[in-house]
């Protein structure tokens, strides 16, 4: 268990999704926080707060909970829960304000009765790409299954990064094996950055390095260059490096192929050819 608390706030960005500890408590701690001096919403704090005291009064007083989600970035803005520490700037790729009030949102009405953990699946219904991430954020703190594989999965097929940051977070727990490296491959495609990954080095397994190899031998045979992330999931040493067919690459004697293979051989710890290739030899 992390010792991180959430007054550490770039610390807490980090792990608290994963590792929610006193759970929602927590999450309200780091949300009063964040609306302290007003920067939830980009008004004075004293503003931005009563507007959220009011979205509690009235989930306390049964507004339902899908009435209240599309209120939520209004009331108290959508930046990134810590500036200036998220991979993707304002996109707030390891979550935004907005994706923390809906999750406490999600958590409070589950943990009231006002929804069964079965009701999950029909907020996700009426929700949009916004109010899905706050649902799939609320995993973390809701009892296991609460969000079923289903909405996670649907989650993943989406093209928005924030999207499936959300989806690989604690959520993902719900994922089988094969399921989950492919969300993980899904990451490395469209840039998210693996440290969005729940419990990456508990899951990581040589299957998943063997289809990073394989990742890794396409890029380089465009003459792409290979994410920074990849050693992550294709470690030095790992035998799933064969795959990555860094010395063929350099056989073609294409120069974008050659620099993308060197820049990958330096990424991944991996030997430059013991004798230079013709294509090398010539340039």
Do not use: I
Not at 3 to 19: I, K, M, N, V
Not at 56 to 61: E, H, I, T, V
Not at 83 to 104: H, K, Y
Not at 131 to 159: I, T
């Amino acid at each position: 268990m992390s010792s991180t608390r959430p007054d550490d706030a770039h610390g807490w960005s980090l792990a608290r999704w994963a590792e929610p500890g006193d759970g929602a408590d927590a999450w309200r701690r780091a949300l009063a926080a964040r609306l302290g001096d007003g920067s939830g919403a980009g008004d004075g704090a004293g503003d931005v707060r009563a507007r959220w005291q009011r979205l509690l009064d009235r989930a306390d007083a049964g507004t339902p909970v899908d009435v209240l989600l599309p209120a939520v970035g209004r009331s108290v803005g959508r930046g990134p829960l810590v500036p200036g520490a998220d991979p993707l700037g304002p996109e707030g790729l390891l979550g935004t304000v907005d994706d923390l009030a809906r999750a406490l949102l999600v958590t409070d009405a589950v943990t009231a009765g006002r929804v069964g953990t079965t009701g999950v699946p029909s907020l996700h219904e009426r929700a949009d790409a916004t109010e899905r991430r706050g649902l799939l954020r609320s995993a973390a703190a809701l009892p296991g299954g609460a969000v079923p594989a289903a909405l996670v999965e649907d989650a993943l097929r989406a093209n928005d990064t924030r999207l499936v940051a959300a989806a690989v977070g604690p959520c993902a727990d719900v994922l089988d094996d094969e399921v989950w490296r492919q969300a993980v491959l899904k990451c490395l495609f469209v840039g998210v950055p693996l440290s969005c990954v729940h419990r990456l080095a508990d899951r990581a397994d040589e299957r998943l390095a063997e289809m990073a190899a394989r990742y890794v031998a396409e890029r380089v045979a465009a003459g792409r260059p290979v994410p920074v992330d990849v050693p992550a999931v294709l470690p030095a040493g790992s035998p799933a490096l064969a795959q990555a067919g860094l010395d063929d690459a350099a056989q073609h004697g294409a120069p974008d192929r050659l620099a993308a293979a060197a820049a990958a051989r330096a990424l991944l710890g991996v030997a430059p050819p013991a004798h230079p290739t013709a294509a090398e030899e010539a340039r």
